[in-house]
C-alpha cells in the first residue's frame, strides 16, 4: 500500500483489494484505450479489504481534488462502508450511495463477475487456450467439488494454484464483449476517468 509521494500527481485514486483487482482494472484501460498514467489514475491495492481503514486515514484532506474509489467483494462491503462512514464520507451509506462516492462491490467477488459475464463456454475456451483446461476438469471430478454449479467449480479454480488468479483475471476481461463487462469494473474505471460509464 504504498502512497509514494502523496496525491499530487494524481486525478484519480483506485484503491482494491489485490493484485488480481490491479490486473482486471489494467487490462479493461487497455481495452477501452485509457491510458492510466497519462490519466494520472494510480491503483493502490490493500493486500486485504481491511487496509481500506488505514489508508483513508492516512490520505486524510490529501483526498481533495482526487476523485477516489475502490472496489471490493460482496464479503467486505461493510470493511468498506464502515471505513468510509468512519472518514467522514456519510452516515448509514447504502450500496447506491457507495457507488456515488465511485466504489463499488463485486457479487461475490471480481472473478464471479468475470465468469457470469462470460458463460461457461467462453471461460472454458480462455482455459483451453491457456492449457489449463485438463486441469480444471480434474478439480471437477475431487469429492468436495463433484456435482456443484460449474461456475462456482470455475470460481474455486480461480481463486486456487498460486499466481493463477492474478494470471487469469487478465485474460479473462481481453476475452469480454465490451458490452457486456462487468458493472462495477466498468463503473469504477469510468468513475476513475471522469466518464459516464455508457460512453467507454
Request: glycine content about 12%; some cysteine.
Amino acid at each position: 500500500m504504498d502512497m509514494g509521494g502523496g496525491t499530487a500527481d494524481v486525478t484519480a485514486l483506485v484503491v482494491v483489494e489485490g493484485v488480481s483487482d490491479t490486473t482486471a482494472i489494467e487490462a479493461l484501460a487497455r481495452r477501452r484505450g485509457i491510458d492510466l498514467t497519462a490519466a494520472r489514475i494510480r491503483i493502490v491495492h490493500l493486500e486485504g479489504a481491511h487496509g481500506i481503514g488505514s489508508f483513508l486515514d492516512r490520505l486524510g484532506p490529501r483526498r481533495d481534488g482526487v476523485r477516489l474509489g475502490g472496489l471490493c467483494d460482496a464479503g467486505e462491503e461493510a470493511v468498506f462502508r464502515g471505513a468510509l462512514e468512519h472518514s467522514g464520507f456519510g452516515s448509514g451509506l447504502s450500496r447506491a450511495d457507495m457507488e456515488r462516492l465511485g466504489f463499488f462491490v463485486c457479487v461475490a467477488d471480481l472473478e464471479d463477475e468475470l465468469i457470469r459475464a462470460l458463460g461457461v463456454s467462453a471461460v472454458e475456451a480462455v482455459l483451453r487456450a491457456n492449457g489449463d483446461l485438463h486441469r480444471f476438469r480434474t478439480l471437477q471430478q475431487m469429492p468436495a467439488w463433484r456435482g456443484r454449479a460449474t461456475e462456482e467449480q470455475l470460481r474455486r479454480f480461480m481463486g486456487s494454484g498460486g499466481r493463477r488468479k492474478i494470471r487469469y483475471a487478465r485474460h479473462l476481461v481481453d476475452a469480454l464483449d465490451l458490452e457486456r463487462v462487468p458493472r462495477p469494473l466498468d463503473g469504477l474505471l469510468a468513475h476513475a476517468a471522469g466518464t459516464p460509464a455508457d460512453s467507454l
